[in-house]
């Protein structure tokens, strides 16, 4: 379900995309860790219907829980912390710094850690998120 509303979100069908993440919250309510990437993705389906109020309090709730302990346990934490970003950037909320910070640190960490050059190559260049970072550094 991630997956397919992100591309849902990508394709700017963005009402659709919210639905398909409100299903997968509801889904992954249990499940601490994913519940939080559905609430991270559903944060930025609202920013993208300019619903403020929930975008941000999504997004809100999940960097609360998120943010102690740098993500640690999250199944996609880069996209996690990224979709707190950008709705924070969006609103001009000053936790936008901590959260790009946050994922560009973990993503390098990640890097880091693929002994193989290519494949440490192809990971910071063909994972669309990494793009996205690398595009917002100086």
Known sequence: LLDWGSFLLATG????????FSEALALNQNLDHLRLTSQAKL???CLALDD???ALQLANDVWRAIEPDRGQGLPFPIDTMFACYTVFQAYDDERATAALHLAVTVMQRTADEIEDPEMRQ????????NQALQALLP
């Not at 069908?13 to 398909?20: F, I, L, P």
């Not at 192809?122 to 998120?129: A, I, Q």
Request: charged fraction near 20%; charge should be neutral.
């Open 52 to 54: 403020s109020a929930e």
């Open 122 to 129: 192809s990971f910071l260049t063909n994972v669309p998120v």
């Open 13 to 20: 069908r963005s009402t659709e995309a919210k639905a398909n």
């Open 43 to 45: 944060a930025q389906a």
